[in-house]
Nanobody, 119 residues
């Protein structure tokens, strides 16, 4: 079983910065977390990948955030962070931490944290 706890959302003006963090806790199994990352969902839109670190350490970014967002992961503590700079109103969404776990790559999601970019 995996629990993901997010922190760091909020309201920021355009051009500002926010940092999201997600801590994963694993219980009752010998398996480990593979990939970790962030998705977002804006009102009336589908959930989309923002950035991820794969199980092999490869970094993946959505085109819309390249050069502005940076994802980092600490495997020792099972945490993943997303540094968001030069935020735009279109970055407004609920951001969800995501992890894949075990040999079957089961998906786990955090509860979501709101990011609002507005003046």
């Amino acid at each position: 079983q995996v629990q993901l706890v997010e922190s760091g959302g909020g309201l920021v003006q355009p051009g500002g910065s926010l940092r999201l963090s997600c801590a994963a806790s694993v219980s009752g199994s010998i398996f480990s977390i593979s990939g970790m990352g962030w998705y977002r969902q804006a009102p009336e839109k589908q959930r989309e990948l923002v950035a991820a670190v794969t199980g092999t350490g490869r970094l993946v970014y959505a085109d819309s955030v390249k050069g502005r967002f940076t994802i980092s992961r600490d495997n020792a503590t099972n945490t993943v962070s997303l540094q968001m700079n030069a935020l735009k109103p279109e970055d407004t969404a609920v951001y969800y931490c995501h992890a894949t776990y075990g040999s079957a790559n089961i998906n786990y999601w955090g509860q979501g944290t709101q990011v609002t970019v507005s003046s």
